[in-house]
């Protein structure tokens, strides 16, 4: 995988060096280099700390800005070279990256904040162990109680543990009784997440259990038959179970032949220990072969 997104990285320095306004088509990207579009951008986003798309907009940019002090052309000419179709436009996008003005900049030459071009690497660590395990299972339900919430990287969910709250220890005994299959345990899912995985951006929380029967009255995510890697976690919780979804992207998927699929992205609490704060968990991730 590191080498797709290196070889992703020098397709996208070519287009902006032949055309600073062409469109970037992440499809057709994941397409040429063999992997998909779900799995290029959660991996990019992963191991860049970026969205694939806001790369580009600061890469983009970073070449507006050397044209901006090294051409005399005005800031029309230079906003459509770049893709905009005002000097309106282009000022706001160049002030979001470089925080100045296109006239300021071209005036003082800076300040800039250039993006360099990212270059992947793997680093090697041999202390660092995952328990995983890749299961196979037929379609199943997801039931529950579900809300649409913030994407949130680090720490509590502040919407998710009110939405938790909110069910009550009754309904959640309820639902324990019903669950028949894997995933075992009452279980936080994540659907219709952002393929990029932004910080803030909304996705489909679900607080409930897997059935092979989805009953009436209850909130339902249908899960087609397919191959999962679950991760075994053990430690202070949210922090280990975080920094393993983490470590996923940076450690497990570089090395193995598989890539992620579009789906649920689960978390089966097996123990929690609320006064010492930790929890032993398995996040199970859907994949399938490169």
Not at 148 to 173: F, K, Y
Request: charged fraction near 20%; aromatic fraction near 6%.
């Amino acid at each position: 995988m590191i080498a797709v997104l290196n070889l992703v990285v020098d397709e996208i320095e070519a287009l902006l060096a032949d055309d600073p306004a062409a469109d970037v088509d992440a499809v057709g990207l994941a397409a040429r280099s063999g992997t998909t579009e779900h799995h290029l951008r959660r991996m990019f986003s992963s191991l860049a700390g970026m969205p694939l798309s806001e790369y580009v907009r600061r890469r983009r940019m970073s070449l507006a800005a050397a044209d901006l002090i090294g051409s005399t052309a005005d800031l029309l000419t230079i906003a459509v070279r770049h893709g905009y179709g005002s000097a309106e436009a282009f000022g706001r996008a160049f002030r979001a990256v470089h925080g100045a003005a296109p006239s300021d900049v071209r005036r003082d030459g800076g300040p800039l904040r250039t993006q360099q071009r990212i270059r992947f690497h793997l680093t090697v660590e041999g202390n660092v162990s995952m328990d995983t395990r890749i299961v196979t299972l037929p379609a199943f339900h997801l039931v529950g109680y579900a809300a649409r919430v913030p994407l949130v990287h680090s720490g509590v969910n502040p919407h998710i543990a009110e939405h938790v709250a909110s069910i009550g220890a009754e309904a959640i005994g309820r639902l324990k009784e019903l669950n028949d299959t894997e995933p075992t345990g009452v279980l936080s899912v994540s659907d219709d997440l952002d393929p990029d995985r932004t910080e803030g951006s909304e996705l489909t929380y679900l607080q409930g259990v897997a059935v092979t029967a989805a009953p009436a009255g209850l909130d339902v995510i249908d899960v087609p038959a397919g191959t999962w890697a679950v991760f075994r976690t053990e430690g202070p919780h949210p922090a280990t179970l975080q920094e393993t979804w983490a470590a996923t992207a940076t450690t497990w998927f570089p090395s193995q032949p598989w890539r992620l699929r579009p789906g649920p992205e689960i978390v089966a609490m097996q123990a929690y220990d609320a006064e010492a704060g930790t929890a032993t968990c398995e996040l199970w991730l859907p994949v399938e072969n490169d």
